[in-house]
């Protein structure tokens, strides 16, 4: 997955597995529904942002 900005637009370049997480992620949230965990929510948005300088990834910490 890469992230670059080019004339005020950003554009994402994502596997179809990542865009189809990002479609389910997004209707969820529409939908009011929890069907995906934090962890695996959080990991797609630091994968999003790969190579974005103004991004800060969040910390995804495993369950002892």
Do not use: F
């Not at 929890?34 to 910490?61: C, F, T």
């Amino acid at each position: 997955m890469s992230y670059r900005e080019e004339n005020g637009h950003v554009i994402l370049t994502m596997n179809r597995e990542d865009y189809q997480l990002l479609l389910m992620l997004l209707g969820a949230g529409c939908a009011g529904e929890h069907i995906m965990s934090w962890k695996k929510a959080s990991e797609l948005l630091n994968r999003l942002n790969d190579g974005n300088p103004h991004y800060v990834a969040y910390q995804v910490e495993e369950k002892k």
